[in-house]
C-alpha cells in the first residue's frame, strides 16, 4: 500500500530536510526573520525540524525602526513560543543619520536593510542564514539557488553558484564566504497560505481585513500606523477596510481594500484576484530587474 | 492508455473559488506534486508550452498578462497574439551579461497536483543544466519540432533523461499547427524516435500531438486532431504515476542527518525516508557498523506516527542504544543495501578545470562525506551520437564512466535502484565547487554483499581479560635478513612474559592460506593484503600478532597501519645489506635467483622499499638475533 503525499507534505519535508543540512554543516546558522508570512512558516518548519529540541540557531530581525506596530508585537512572542533566542539588529549609522523611507527614498532600504544585515551577519559570526525567499516571487528568482554563495563582502556572484543536483547540497566553504540558505524556495505564495491555514500558524493580523487609517501616495493605499506619518498640508487620514499582502516598512507597503477576515478568506480573495503579490511593494518598482540589483548588493 | 477527450476541463476552478472557498481549500489540500523537466531548444517551442501551461493553468495574474501583452507587442514573434513565451524568457538581460544560468524553475498547478518545472536554457551548457534539472524530475517532456523531426539534440535530450534515470518520458510533437495536423508526418515522427529510444534502453513513452502556440492537446483534447486518442498534456501530467509511491514499495532506507538529543532521556535520529515505509515495533539496522535494534517510535511535532513513508522527514528512535550518527544508513534490517569502497560510476563533469584522475576530491552521497579518487575514465560518451570515445580526463559537460574509490567504505545502491544512495556530487578539496554529478552501478569489491556482523563482546573487552594492549609487530627486510629467527626469539620472550601471541611467518602462510599466490607483483601485494587482514582479526581477539613477511612495498605496510587503531601497528625494521644476507643464504634462494631460476626475487630482479621512518630498527650485522629481540622487546615496552 503506498500513501500520496500532498504537495505540502513534501514541500515540508524538502524544507525540514534543507534545514537540516545546515544545522548539520555549518558552524554558527542563523534565521532571519522579518515577522512576515514566509517568516512565521519558515519559525514553523524549524520547529518541526528539531522538534523535541528548539530549533539550535537564533532568529535575526534587521529592524528598520519602521515597521508595523502590529509587527513588533508578534516578533517577541513568536521567539519566546518556539523557544529561541532573538537577535534584534539596527544600523547604528541609519539611527544616527534619521534615515527614513520619506526623505531618503532607496537609500533607506540599503542603509537599514542590505547595510544593516551586512553588520549582523558579520557582527555575530554567522556563516549561514535562512532567508525566507520564493523562487515564484520575481522572474530573477526562478533560477535563484537553495544554497546562495556570497563573498565575504556578501556580494552575490552569479558565475560562482554551485550546481544543485537531488537533494545533496554543498555547504563547505571558505573561512570568510557567507550562504544564505532558501528552504522554501519551491513554495508559491498559495502553498504559504494553505499551509499557514492547514497547520494553524499565527501570523500578524495586518494580513486580515480591518477598519485601518489610510493616505493614497502614488497610487498605492498607504497605513498611517504612527505619528511619524508625515501627512501633506490638507491631507486627512480615511478609515477603510484594508488588509496587507506582503508586509515590510509601513511607509513602503500598499494595502489592498478588503473584506477578508478569515484565512479562508483571504486565500479566496487571493485566487480571486488578478495582481501579483509584489504590486504592493514600492521597492520592486524602483527599476527594472531591481531585485536583481538589490541581490547583488546583498539584501538578501 | 485511456483517452478522455469529453473530461471537461476540470482545474478551471474560478467557480468553486468563489462558491465555496472551503471546499476549494480541502480539494487542494490533497494535490500531489509532480516535478517534471522541459527538454528543448528555443525553436522547438520549449518557453511557449512552459508560458502556455502557466496561463492556462491561471498562474498569469493581470499585471503581469497585462505586461505580456505589451512586450508581445513590443517584441513578440507572433504578430498581435499574446507571445507566451515571454513569460518566462526574462533571462534574456542575463544571458546578453552572459551570466550561466543553469535551472529556473516554474510553478503551476490544477485542482489534481501542484507542478514544478525545471526549465534548463542554453546549449553550451546544456549538458550540466538538465544534468541538474533531470535530478529531481519524475517526468521529462521531450519537445520535438513537426517540421524537423528528431534531430541531434532530441537524442541528446533522451539519453540525459535515461542516464538520470527518469522512467516516465513525454515526445511532445510541438507545432503541430504547422505541419496542418497531418498524422501521417506524426506517426513517422514518433516510429523514428521509438526505434532510437529502444536503442538506449528507452521501452516506454507517451508521445502526443501538440501545439503550445495554439493550445492543442495541452489541457483539451484538440478537434485538429481527431485521429489522437491519448490524454491531453496536462491530463497526463495529472495522472502520471509518481517516483515517490513507487519508492515507497522499496526496502527502508534513511540517511541520518542529524542526532537529536535535547536531554538524556531522548536520542532521535533524523532524516528524509529515501525508500520504504517505516513503524514502530520494526527491525532496523545501521550501516556500516550493521548494529541492529527496533523502531521505538517516529516522532513529530504533530505527535507520534504509526507509519511513515519515502519522502517524508521523520525522527527515529530505537529501542536499544547503538551508535548511530550523521553519514549512517537506517535500513531494514533483513534487507540491507551494500557497503563497499570501489565503484564503476557515470560521471558528468561541471567545472572549467577538468577532472585530474587520481586526485582526491569530496564525495558527497546522502549525508556521506568521504574522500574518493578517480581513474582515467574507460570512455566518455558523445551525447549527440551515443558513441564510447576513448579520453584520459574529463572536461565540462563531459560524460565518462570511470572506476571511483572511497578512503573508507560507503553505503550504497545501484543509481538505478535508489537515487538517493546511488547518486553523489563531487567537490573540489581547495576552491569547494560542485565539480561534478555521478551515479554508482555496482561495487568491484567481491566482498560487497557480506554485511559487517557487529558482535557484543569488543575488542577492548577482548584485550582487557588478556591484560594487554593487542599489537601487530610486522617485522620487514629482505630474504634471509633474520626476520622469522629474531621474530621467534621475540615470541619467546613475550610468552615468558605471560603474553598472548601469535607468530604469523610469511613461509608457513604461503603453504596454506596463500597457497594460490605467486611473486609477481599483483600477488605480492595480496599477499601482504590477506595478511594484513588476518592479523588484524588476531588484534581484535586482543592477540599481540607478530608476522615475518618481507613485504616489500611501503604502500602495503602502511595499507595495513591504516587497518589498525593509532599505535597498534609496530613496523620492525630488520635491516641487513643484501651482500650480507645474500651470503648467508640459508635458504639457498639467493643462488637460485642469481642463476634466473627464480623470478621476481627481492634485493635481485624485484625492488625492496625500506621503511623510512620505522617504529623499531635492529641491525643484524651488529646484533645478534638475542640481541636484537632483547632491544625490541626494550622498546615495546610496557605492553599494557
Known amino acids: 500500500m503506498t500513501r500520496t503525499l500532498t504537495h505540502l507534505e513534501r514541500l515540508e519535508a524538502e524544507a525540514i530536510q534543507i534545514m537540516r543540512e545546515v544545522v548539520a554543516e555549518a558552524e554558527k546558522p542563523v534565521m532571519l526573520y522579518s515577522v512576515g508570512k514566509d517568516s512565521a512558516v519558515m519559525l514553523h518548519l524549524a520547529r518541526k525540524a528539531f522538534y523535541p529540541s528548539p530549533p539550535p540557531f537564533p532568529l535575526l530581525h534587521v529592524d528598520t525602526t519602521w515597521k508595523f506596530k502590529a509587527m513588533y508585537a508578534l516578533r517577541e512572542k513568536a521567539a519566546r513560543d518556539a523557544g529561541m533566542e532573538l537577535i534584534i539588529h539596527q544600523n547604528a549609522e541609519a539611527i544616527e543619520r534619521g534615515i527614513n523611507p520619506f526623505d531618503h527614498g532607496s537609500l533607506h532600504t540599503d542603509m537599514w536593510k542590505t547595510q544593516g544585515l551586512k553588520q549582523a551577519l558579520d557582527k555575530y559570526g554567522f556563516d549561514v542564514a535562512f532567508g525566507g525567499a520564493r523562487r515564484d516571487e520575481e522572474k530573477s528568482r526562478a533560477k535563484e539557488r537553495i544554497f546562495s554563495f556570497r563573498t565575504a563582502t556578501h556580494g552575490w556572484d552569479p558565475k560562482n553558484q554551485r550546481p544543485e543536483l537531488w537533494n545533496l547540497y554543498n555547504a563547505r566553504k571558505a573561512k570568510s564566504e557567507s550562504i544564505r540558505v532558501f528552504p522554501i524556495s519551491n513554495w508559491t505564495e498559495l502553498d504559504i497560505w494553505q499551509y499557514i491555514h492547514l497547520e494553524n500558524i499565527e501570523i500578524v493580523p495586518l494580513y486580515f481585513s480591518a477598519p485601518r487609517p489610510t493616505v493614497t501616495r502614488d497610487g498605492m493605499l498607504l497605513m498611517v500606523d504612527d505619528e511619524r506619518f508625515p501627512l501633506k498640508d490638507g491631507e486627512v487620514p480615511v478609515e477603510r477596510s484594508v488588509r496587507f499582502r506582503t508586509l515590510g516598512c509601513y511607509p513602503l507597503t500598499g494595502a489592498v481594500e478588503s473584506t477578508a477576515k478569515t484565512l479562508p478568506e483571504v486565500i479566496q480573495e487571493m485566487l480571486l484576484t488578478t495582481t501579483s503579490e509584489r504590486q504592493g511593494r514600492a521597492i520592486d518598482h524602483d527599476q527594472t530587474a531591481s531585485m536583481e540589483k538589490k541581490k547583488q548588493e546583498g539584501y538578501f | ?640
Request: hydrophobic residues 40%.
Open chain 2, 1 to 640: 492508455m485511456t483517452a478522455s477527450p469529453d473530461s471537461p476541463a476540470i482545474y478551471k476552478t474560478d467557480d468553486l473559488i468563489a462558491s465555496d472557498i472551503d471546499a476549494y481549500l480541502d480539494v487542494h489540500q490533497h494535490k500531489s506534486l509532480l516535478r517534471f523537466i522541459t527538454c528543448g531548444s528555443v525553436d522547438d517551442g520549449k518557453s511557449t508550452l512552459i508560458g502556455r501551461l502557466l496561463y492556462d493553468s491561471k498562474m498569469i495574474f493581470e499585471d503581469q498578462l497585462a505586461t505580456l501583452e505589451s512586450d508581445s507587442k513590443r517584441m513578440g514573434t507572433q504578430g498581435q497574439e499574446i507571445d507566451f513565451a515571454l513569460l518566462v524568457d526574462g533571462l534574456a538581460a542575463e544571458r546578453e551579461q552572459g551570466i550561466t544560468i543553469d535551472v529556473a524553475y516554474r510553478f503551476f498547478a490544477t485542482e489534481k497536483r501542484k507542478f514544478i518545472v525545471a526549465d534548463c536554457p542554453g546549449h553550451e551548457q546544456y549538458t550540466r543544466n538538465m544534468v541538474t534539472g533531470a535530478s529531481t524530475a519524475d517526468l521529462a517532456v521531450i519537445l520535438i519540432d513537426a517540421r524537423k523531426g528528431v534531430l541531434v539534440q532530441t537524442r541528446r535530450h533522451s539519453y540525459l533523461a535515461k542516464l538520470l534515470g527518469i522512467r516516465n518520458i513525454v515526445l511532445a510533437v510541438n507545432k503541430m499547427d504547422l505541419i496542418d495536423y497531418d498524422q501521417a508526418k506524426y506517426e513517422a515522427i514518433v516510429t523514428e524516435y521509438s526505434q532510437f529510444a529502444a536503442s538506449i534502453g528507452i521501452n516506454e513513452f507517451t508521445p502526443m500531438p501538440i501545439s503550445g502556440f495554439k493550445g492543442d492537446n495541452i489541457t483539451d483534447t484538440s478537434v485538429n486532431t481527431p485521429w489522437y486518442t491519448g490524454m491531453p498534456l496536462m491530463a497526463h501530467l495529472e495522472t502520471v504515476v509518481l517516483d515517490n509511491e513507487a519508492d515507497q514499495t522499496k526496502p527502508l532506507r534513511m540517511a541520518v542527518q542529524w542526532v537529536n538529543r535535547p536531554n538524556l532521556d531522548f536520542r532521535g535520529f533524523c532524516g528524509q525516508i529515501a525508500t520504504g515505509t517505516v513503524h514502530p515495533g520494526d527491525a532496523i539496522r545501521v550501516l556500516p557498523s550493521g548494529k541492529t535494534s527496533t523502531i521505538s517510535k517516529i516522532v513529530t511535532m504533530d505527535g507520534e506516527l504509526e507509519e511513515a513513508v519515502a519522502g517524508q522527514s521523520v525522527t527515529l528512535c530505537f529501542e536499544d542504544e547503538i551508535d548511530c550518527s550523521r553519514g549512517d544508513v537506517i535500513v531494514a534490517a533483513d534487507n540491507p543495501p551494500e557497503v563497499s569502497d570501489q565503484f564503476e560510476s557515470t560521471i558528468v563533469w561541471m567545472a572549467d578545470d577538468a577532472l585530474i584522475p587520481g586526485r582526491a576530491y569530496w564525495l558527497k552521497l546522502g549525508t556521506q562525506m568521504v574522500s574518493a579518487t578517480v581513474q582515467a575514465p574507460k570512455y566518455t560518451v558523445n551525447v549527440n551520437s551515443m558513441e564510447h570515445m576513448a579520453a584520459k580526463t574529463l572536461e565540462l559537460n563531459a560524460i565518462g564512466v570511470a572506476e571511483i574509490s572511497t578512503d573508507k567504505p560507503i553505503v550504497f545502491a545501484p543509481y538505478a535502484e535508489n537515487h538517493a544512495l546511488g547518486g553523489f556530487i563531487l567537490i573540489d578539496k581547495i576552491s569547494n565547487a560542485t565539480v561534478a554529478a555521478g551515479m554508482l552501478h555496482f561495487s568491484l569489491r567481491r566482498a560487497q554483499n557480506v554485511h559487517w556482523q557487529a558482535t557484543d563482546v569488543s575488542r577492548e573487552a577482548h584485550a582487557m581479560l588478556k591484560n594487554q594492549k593487542p599489537k601487530i609487530l610486522w617485522f620487514t627486510g629482505l630474504s634471509g635478513s633474520g626476520k622469522s629467527t629474531i621474530a621467534n626469539e621475540v615470541e619467546k620472550a613475550l610468552h615468558l612474559m605471560n603474553r598472548h601471541t601469535f607468530l604469523l611467518d610469511g613461509d608457513n602462510v604461503r603453504h596454506g592460506l596463500n597457497k594460490d599466490l605467486g611473486f609477481t607483483e599483483t600477488d605480492r601485494i595480496e599477499n601482504i593484503r590477506r595478511v594484513g587482514e588476518v592479523a588484524k582479526l588476531m588484534a581484535d581477539a586482543g592477540l599481540i600478532v607478530l608476522t615475518a613477511f618481507i613485504s616489500p612495498f611501503r604502500a602495503e605496510r602502511d595499507m595495513v597501519r591504516a587497518m589498525l587503531p593509532e599505535g597498534e601497528f609496530v613496523e620492525i625494521f630488520v635491516d641487513t645489506p643484501l651482500e650480507i644476507a645474500e651470503a648467508r643464504d640459508v635458504k639457498g634462494l639467493y643462488k637460485k635467483a642469481r642463476a634466473g631460476q627464480l623470478k621476481n626475487f627481492t634485493g635481485i630482479d624485484s625492488p625492496y622499499e625500506p621503511p623510512e621512518n620505522p617504529d623499531i630498527r635492529v641491525n643484524t650485522v651488529e646484533m645478534s638475533p638475542a640481541e636484537a629481540a632483547e632491544h625490541i622487546v626494550r622498546q615495546l615496552m610496557p605492553l599494557k
